[in-house]
């Protein structure tokens, strides 16, 4: 349960009581090996209060590394809350993690994007490919690497001891859009056949988890490695 006070989504602005938060996403150590467990964990799992949060009405996150080895009976999923936004609940799905390299794009520094330029203008102009589309980050939901930016950049501070935090995972509502699939949608999923499973069940091909954050937005989780407590950040932005 979320331990923030928690208010409605209508004018009458009452405090509401909390529900059970909502499982967004669990991996185990073995298929995030460019992720940096702490130790004596091999499980992590995140958890978001389905509730608005702050000033742009956002899903707080919580973040628990756990030793997979002590956990005892599994608990069924808890069904989405009554009033509160069904597409903050992702659908069931399974995940098959592969690892990519990534580049900056948004957190590129003016100077460098700018030395840039004329290389960025040429690989359009010869491939049709834009690299802040197809060469820099992955959409989608993912883990490491650079957030996935709707808005311009918004790194947090630790509380803490002042750092920068790093970026842990993005939550987006769509895993690719109709430009940044011709890189990045992965083989396996450019069949009729994936398609097809999809909308049987309900979904759409880009959005096999159907969330839907603000406008097609996204929440970003961060974590500091410095602090031994592993404190969190975390931002949301939107189109």
Same mark, same amino acid.
């Given at each position: 349960?979320?331990?923030?006070?928690?208010?409605?989504?209508?004018?009458?602005?009452?405090?509401?009581?909390?529900?059970?938060?909502?499982?967004?996403?669990?991996?185990?150590?073995?298929?995030?090996?460019?992720?940096?467990?702490?130790?004596?964990?091999?499980?992590?799992?995140?958890?978001?209060?389905?509730?608005?949060?702050?000033?742009?009405?956002?899903?707080?996150?919580?973040?628990?590394?756990?030793?997979?080895?002590?956990?005892?009976?599994?608990?069924?999923?808890?069904?989405?809350?009554?009033?509160?936004?069904?597409?903050?609940?992702?659908?069931?799905?399974?995940?098959?993690?592969?690892?990519?390299?990534?580049?900056?794009?948004?957190?590129?520094?003016?100077?460098?994007?700018?030395?840039?330029?004329?290389?960025?203008?040429?690989?359009?102009?010869?491939?049709?490919?834009?690299?802040?589309?197809?060469?820099? #980050? /992955?959409?989608?939901?993912?883990? *490491? @690497?650079? $957030?996935?930016?709707?808005? %311009?950049?918004?790194?947090? !501070?630790?509380? +803490?001891?002042?750092?920068?935090?790093?970026?842990?995972?993005?939550?987006?509502?769509?895993?690719?859009?109709?430009?940044?699939?011709?890189?990045?949608?992965?083989?396996?999923?450019?069949?009729?056949?994936? #398609? /097809?499973?999809?909308?049987?069940? *309900? @979904?759409? $091909?880009?959005?096999?988890? %159907?969330?839907?954050?603000? !406008?097609?937005? +996204?929440?970003?989780?961060?974590?500091?490695?410095?602090?031994?407590?592993?404190?969190?950040?975390?931002?949301?932005?939107?189109?």
């Amino acid at each position: 349960m979320c331990r923030e006070e928690h208010y409605g989504y209508d004018i009458s602005n009452r405090p509401e009581p909390a529900v059970p938060l909502v499982p967004i996403v669990q991996v185990h150590r073995a298929d995030a090996p460019g992720v940096p467990f702490p130790t004596g964990t091999d499980l992590l799992q995140v958890l978001w209060c389905p509730y608005g949060h702050g000033e742009f009405c956002y899903p707080l996150p919580q973040v628990h590394w756990r030793d997979s080895g002590a956990v005892g009976d599994v608990l069924p999923t808890p069904p989405p809350a009554a009033g509160l936004p069904v597409d903050w609940y992702p659908a069931p799905c399974v995940v098959h993690p592969e690892q990519v390299t990534e580049y900056p794009s948004w957190d590129i520094p003016d100077e460098l994007h700018e030395s840039l330029r004329d290389r960025f203008d040429a690989l359009l102009a010869e491939t049709g490919l834009r690299y802040s589309y197809h060469l820099a #980050e /992955a959409p989608g939901i993912k883990l *490491g @690497g650079y $957030p996935g930016w709707t808005q %311009e950049p918004a790194w947090p !501070d630790c509380e +803490g001891c002042g750092s920068g935090m790093e970026h842990l995972l993005t939550v987006s509502s769509w895993e690719f859009d109709i430009e940044s699939r011709r890189t990045w949608l992965p083989e396996e999923d450019r069949t009729d056949e994936y #398609e /097809a499973a999809v909308l049987r069940r *309900g @979904g759409r $091909p880009h959005n096999p988890a %159907e969330l839907c954050l603000g !406008d097609a937005g +996204g929440v970003y989780v961060f974590e500091c490695r410095t602090c031994p407590d592993r404190p969190v950040g975390h931002w949301f932005d939107c189109s």
